[in-house]
């Protein structure tokens, strides 16, 4: 250590210090970049070489990725995935609505509404609890079962029904903790100014809770997509369904396949948007940062 | 002279937990009160009961002619005539601040949209803050945000606005645009009660310094004859305190 302090930066010098630096020329990333890709080829090279080098293989291959097979089961397919948006668009607006009313319910504090309260809580345990496949084949199969004339036997109806059942006991509960998340300063500061508790809670609660779990719903809005194939269950005809038929006639599976294709490239847009969302907030945040 | 605002025998408890005890107080109207002591004698509690965002559990509490403690029916009609601004500001993190401030006249006054709108972006304009009307409050500094939620209390045109440690969430530079504004509100006669720390600003700004400790009064006055020349032992151990900190 000297006994001078070293001279201070020229502007020059400080101008590069702030200039601006090209991806690859901050620091580490080039070593960063090396390691990232290294290991990408070990693991996916790993594991490529064991499946393909693995004696079955080929016969997997054939069973499950035959082009042939995928281009001959698609129209079958695509015509039945076109039932499971049907499905799944008149199930989630349903979902949406009874499951923001169950919480609401529960939430509550009227002593009045206690039986109310009770059934609504006993409702989200139960079908929180319950498999959507055994709730889908009671409906699906029991309800016509039954033979009361006037209820409908389309198992379509069953199975939107029986969906919209188990989803919007999840998604209660997933508006119920948005709720609850929203500070009490913000009650108090509705309440201070006149607000009644209703308003309070219509203007300032319900908005920030409801934005605060957008991410998980839209999570939901995945599994509800899913949901819908386990109606083929108790008969319609949807993606999974046509997939199966084709399945066994053909002997291969590569239907299923372009099955899960389909619902995988509809579920990707919702999970980046899902994650755009978050992101976002995630941004706001820091903002917050300068208060 | 009637009080605007009359404290009489006033007890509040949380639990087994006595914070209000035997409250007698009166605050004349176009004064500015200044409440004053240790964290957690009761400053906050105070003004909480006075804008009924909590229950007390004796006395009453007297706006002109009627008894605020015990008109539960009233309750939302006569917050909207007590206003209140909160250390942590409290501004709605989803509306921007033309709607934050014009929020509560629309819903709770009733007035036009429009009406209410103009009346905030003369208030914005006289505190210099016209330029974050759309702003939301995120993007706002805190003292800021404070200022906001000043003016969100004042549009309610209330009788009287209670301002709790308004100021103590704030980095030191932004403590004295809030304090300017407090001082503006006090030259155009607005009633006010204030819990505050910054004894330099009670001595300031304030007509009646009331001291509190353990929930009671202890001791109040004139601002020039209290820090001058306290009653109370505890009163001067207090400010000895306080003085000594700063």
Redesign the interface.
């Known amino acids: 250590m000297s006994t001078i302090p070293p001279p201070p930066l020229s502007d020059q010098d400080v101008a590069d210090l702030l200039k601006p630096k090209a991806f690859w020329e901050q620091q580490g990333v080039i070593k960063s970049l090396i390691i990232a890709l290294l290991s990408t080829i070990v693991i996916f090279g790993g594991i490529a070489f064991t499946v393909g080098r693995s004696e079955g293989w080929g016969a997997v291959q054939q069973a499950f990725f035959s082009r042939p097979d995928m281009r001959a089961a698609f129209p079958k397919v695509w015509e039945g995935f076109q039932l499971n948006i049907k499905m799944f668009m008149i199930a989630e607006p349903l979902v949406l609505a009874f499951g923001l009313i169950l919480a609401l319910i529960r939430i509550g504090t009227n002593p009045v509404l206690f039986p109310v309260r009770a059934i609504a809580i006993a409702y989200i345990d139960l079908f929180r609890g319950a498999p959507a496949l055994l709730v889908i084949m009671m409906l699906g199969f029991g309800m016509p079962g039954l033979r009361i004339s006037w209820l409908p036997n389309d198992p379509v109806f069953w199975g939107i029904t029986a969906c919209v059942i188990t989803s919007s006991a999840y998604t209660a509960e997933t508006f119920r903790a948005g709720i609850e998340s929203v500070h009490r300063s913000q009650r108090s500061a509705a309440r201070s100014l006149g607000l009644s508790n209703r308003q309070t809670f219509q203007h300032v609660v319900l908005p920030q809770g409801i934005k605060a779990v957008i991410p998980p719903l839209i999570s939901g809005f995945v599994s509800l997509q899913k949901e819908t194939a386990l109606v083929s269950t108790i008969g319609p005809l949807e993606a999974t369904r046509r997939a199966q038929i084709y399945s066994a006639l053909n002997f291969n599976y590569s239907s299923y396949v372009i099955a899960a294709l389909l619902f995988i490239a509809l579920t990707i847009p919702l999970a980046r948007f899902t994650d755009y969302l978050l992101q976002r907030s995630a941004k706001r945040m820091q903002m917050g940062g300068l208060a | 002279m009637i009080a605007l605002l009359r404290y009489e025998s006033v007890y509040k408890a949380y639990g087994q937990n006595l914070v209000l005890r035997n409250i007698n107080l009166d605050v004349q109207e176009h004064s500015v009160t200044c409440l004053i002591g240790a964290s957690g004698c009761g400053k906050s509690t105070l003004l909480?009961c006075t804008?009924?965002?909590e229950e007390i559990q004796h006395g009453a509490i007297w706006l002109r002619d009627i008894d605020l403690a015990n008109s539960q029916k009233q309750a939302?009609?006569l917050?909207?005539?007590?206003?209140?601004v909160?250390q942590?500001y409290?501004?709605?993190?989803?509306m921007n601040v033309l709607k934050n401030i014009t929020?509560?006249p629309v819903?709770?006054?009733g007035e036009r949209r429009s009406e209410a709108e103009d009346r905030a972006r003369d208030l914005l304009q006289r505190f210099g803050l016209l330029d974050k009307a759309l702003e939301y409050p995120?993007?706002?500094?805190?003292g800021q945000?404070q200022r906001i939620?000043i003016i969100?209390?004042l549009a309610?045109q209330p009788e009287v606005l209670l301002l709790d440690e308004v100021t103590s969430a704030l980095d030191p530079e932004m403590v004295g645009e809030v304090m300017d504004i407090i001082i503006e509100l006090k030259n155009l006669n607005i009633t006010m009660m204030l819990a505050t720390h910054q004894m330099g600003f009670a001595s300031q700004i304030a007509d009646n310094v009331v001291f509190l400790d353990s929930g009671s009064i202890v001791e109040q006055g004139h601002p020039s004859q209290f820090f001058s020349n306290p009653q109370h032992e505890r009163t001067r151990q207090f400010l000895e305190r306080v003085t000594m900190a700063i």
């Open positions: 909480r804008n009924l965002l939302d009609d917050r909207a005539r007590v206003g209140m909160f942590s409290n501004l709605f993190p989803h929020l509560a819903k709770v006054k995120d993007r706002l500094s805190g945000q939620a969100r209390a309610m």
